[in-house]
């Protein structure tokens, strides 16, 4: 049986599913309702960290300060997970100067768990102080 994740919510629905049974969103229309910088940010929610991932991506690449926050809450609701906690780091150094990126390293650098991570935002905070 193939499986899809309803795009609200994330329960697992089957593919031919339109209405979610589980939130009862439309899916169709849900998926339209959002601009594709609010659904990038709803999928850091995914329990799949692959898919977790691109969205890491796709967010660093845009470059969208409105990113850093959520950013920062997905590395923090894994905090074993160190390899998306350093592509999370990775893409906020390359969202658009501001005080909503320098924060979010800030904070990154001093509560997440994983010392890989804590390091990695602190050398990106001291380069961009270095090249702003
Ligand atoms: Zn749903």
């Avoid at 799949?48 to 997905?74: E, F, S, T, W, Y």
């Avoid at 150094?93 to 001093?110: E, I």
């Avoid at 768990?113 to 935002?121: C, E, L, Q, S, T």
Wanted: glycine share 8%; net charge positive; aromatic share 4%.
């Amino acid at each position: 049986m193939r499986i899809n994740y309803c795009g609200h919510c994330f329960a697992e629905i089957t593919p031919e599913v339109q209405q979610c049974p589980f939130c009862g969103i439309v899916l169709r229309e849900w998926a339209h309702s959002l601009d594709y910088e609010t659904r990038l940010i709803h999928t850091l929610g995914h329990p799949l960290a692959d898919v977790r991932m691109r969205a890491i991506i796709a967010l660093g690449k845009r470059g969208d300060p409105q990113a850093a926050n959520p950013l920062v809450r997905c590395a923090l609701r894994h905090p074993i997970d160190v390899v998306e906690g350093l592509e999370i780091v990775a893409g906020l150094r390359r969202l658009r100067p501001g005080g909503a990126r320098s924060k979010a390293l800030d904070r990154l650098a001093r509560d997440h768990p994983a010392h890989a991570v804590r390091r990695a935002a602190a050398e990106a905070l001291a380069g961009m102080a270095l090249n702003p």
